[in-house]
């Protein structure tokens, strides 16, 4: 299992960017995807998660501004973030179990910021 997560970059506050997260070797109509982020700061957290049905669930934080989907076709997960706010700077990871173990995507950095 590949997990391939891209789209991240520097955005103005008030800005939106679109993560995405590419699978390989599992398919994510039949598991739990989510994203999760990091700071220097901060342990990893929990931004959002969908399930195999479709329901979402999202941090308190991002909620009303932040979107997870997915793409059963193209196997890819989505995260649409926006009116951000340099609090939401960080290391963003998708995440996956999959017969038993845990599997993370490499990561990509968002930075907020004027």
């Known amino acids: 299992v590949q997990l391939q997560a891209s789209g991240g970059g520097l955005v103005q506050p008030g800005g939106s960017l679109r993560l995405s997260c590419a699978a390989s070797?599992?398919?994510?109509?039949?598991?739990?995807m989510a994203w999760y982020r990091q700071t220097p700061e901060k342990q990893r957290e929990l931004v959002a998660s969908?399930?195999?049905?479709?329901?979402?669930n999202y941090t308190d934080s991002v909620k009303g501004r932040f979107t997870i989907s997915k793409d059963n076709v193209k196997n890819t997960v989505y995260l649409q973030m926006n009116s951000l706010k340099p609090e939401d700077t960080a290391v963003y990871y998708c995440?996956?179990?999959?017969?038993?173990?845990?599997?993370w995507g490499q990561g990509t950095l968002v930075t907020v910021s004027s």
């Open positions: 995440r996956t179990s999959y017969r038993l173990r845990d599997y």
């Open positions: 070797g599992m398919l994510i109509r039949l598991n739990t």
């Open positions: 969908i399930t195999s049905g479709r329901n979402t």
